[in-house]
């Protein structure tokens, strides 16, 4: 399936459905330039190279893969080698269909059908431009008759120059170990909270930040722009970026690192939602882009 395109004055989004209905690009049309705001993966055909997918229907890792749920044992295959976890779900690794596309959104449908994941459920995603703003929202229900846990997330990974600056608001961060799980609290890099924010290219962190507030901020001072990042129903926020990375993943997740393999009050405290049959579970990142003002 080729590529599906939505645009307006300034903005232009496109999206592979085929390639776990992730974004290929995601550009700012501003003052006569072309600026990338997601990273642009060209021609990729694996959705590790692309710019941003949905999480579905749970977020990080799972650790070896393995948790129950109301007495079900789950075993879940480890679906990104040599990672030795379940991660991310695997909505990102699947096609879509389509349901809807205009000049000015998408409307993409994954079905599932019990497997290694026992419970049947669907999750929808859409891809809306309004102005100068993203809107990302994706949506699971449940088809099952027993209750499925329900965690969802969207991995945007956004294009980061020298002069690329982070903030955010959220103090505090999970502590992570070698195999990047959680065991305990730590504080974020207090860079991350000042007024100018941290170096995006300076930083090299994979953490699950708690967050103060659903609003977090990226700004590209050469390019005269920033975006605004706000997010619903998402009480946490991954910060990804590896050595060397031309990157910055700033995404929203409903639920904290491995917490289907905590007990099952705690997971709930944690942010993993119980689905009954025909229940559903949303959350959104709207992305909204304004020009710097100068003095």
């Known amino acids: 399936m080729n590529d599906l395109v939505i645009k307006n004055n300034h903005l232009t989004l496109s999206v592979a459905p085929d390639v776990g209905a992730s974004v290929r690009s995601f550009t700012y049309q501003r003052q006569g330039t072309t600026y990338n705001v997601f ?22 890792r799972v650790q070896h893969g393995k948790f129950e749920w109301n007495s079900r044992d789950v075993q879940l ?36 059908a019990s497997g290694d994941w026992p419970w049947d459920f669907v999750v929808e995603l859409r891809y809306e431009l309004i102005g100068l703003r993203l ?40 502590q992570m170990n070698e195999q990047v799980l959680p065991v305990g609290f730590t504080q974020s890099p207090a860079a991350l909270l ?13 953490n699950v930040l708690i ?10 001072h050469d390019r005269g722009f920033k975006a605004d990042l706000r997010s619903a129903g998402c009480p946490y926020t991954v910060l990804y970026r590896p050595e060397d990375g031309q990157f910055f993943c700033i995404e929203p997740i409903s639920h904290c690192a491995n917490a289907l393999t905590m007990g099952r009050e705690e997971a709930l405290n944690h942010g993993v939602k119980p689905l009954l049959r025909g229940e559903s579970h949303t959350i959104s990142q709207s992305i909204v882009l304004s020009d710097l003002v100068t003095n």
Request: with cysteine.
């Open 135 to 174: 809107d990302m929202t994706l949506t699971t229900t449940n088809l099952s008759d027993a209750e499925m846990p329900s965690g969802l997330g969207l991995h945007p990974f956004f294009d980061i120059d020298d002069n690329t600056k982070v903030r955010v608001d959220a103090p505090k961060m999970w």
């Open 77 to 112: 295959a480890a679906n990104f080698p040599p990672e030795l976890h379940a991660l991310h779900g695997f909505g990102w690794q699947r096609p879509w269909q389509v349901k809807s596309h205009s000049e000015s959104a998408i409307d993409l449908r994954l079905e599932h």
């Open 194 to 206: 000042t007024e100018l924010g941290a170096n995006a290219n300076e930083l090299v962190v994979d």
């Open 39 to 60: 990273r642009n993966s060209g021609q990729a055909s694996s959705v590790n190279d692309m710019s941003c997918f949905a999480l579905a229907p749970f977020a990080s």
């Open 211 to 220: 967050n103060d507030s659903d609003r977090h901020e990226i700004v590209w």
